[in-house]
């Protein structure tokens, strides 16, 4: 299973972006994907996840603020991050608590972390 994280850049306070979180692989089922982020000289924190049923939950310091949506099958999952601040600056990071299958006998949990993409709120 494969992560691949897109729409990171630099904005300017108060501005907005949205992040997109694509799983690739085969035989695999997506039970939670959430977003992380790590500033530089800090550790790396969940800001939000969505279970498969569609429940999310988010970082209080970015409630009100910030949605993570998905497809049904999570395969596709955003983050759209509005009224940003200088300090949401940090890398995010896609993770993914999945199900790999490849049949009937045989399965296993695997946690995946994307690349990263970096985000930058500056003047």
């Known amino acids: 299973v494969e992560l691949v994280e897109s729409g990171g850049g630099l904005v300017q306070p108060g501005g907005s972006l949205r992040l997109s979180c694509v799983a690739s692989?085969?035989?695999?089922?997506?039970?939670?994907m959430g977003w992380y982020r790590q500033a530089p000289g800090k550790e790396r924190e969940l800001v939000a996840s969505?279970?498969?049923?569609?429940?999310?939950n988010y970082a209080d310091s970015v409630k009100g603020r910030f949605t993570i949506s998905g497809d049904g099958a999570l395969t596709t999952v955003y983050l759209q991050m509005n009224s940003l601040k200088p300090e949401d600056t940090a890398v995010y990071y896609c993770?993914?608590?999945?199900?790999?299958?490849?049949?009937?006998?045989?399965?296993?949990?695997?946690?995946?972390w994307g690349q990263g993409t970096l985000v930058t709120v500056s003047p």
């Open positions: 969505i279970a498969s049923g569609g429940s999310a």
């Open positions: 993770n993914a608590a999945a199900l790999v299958q490849p049949t009937i006998e045989s399965a296993w949990s695997l946690e995946v």
């Open positions: 692989g085969r035989s695999f089922s997506i039970n939670r």
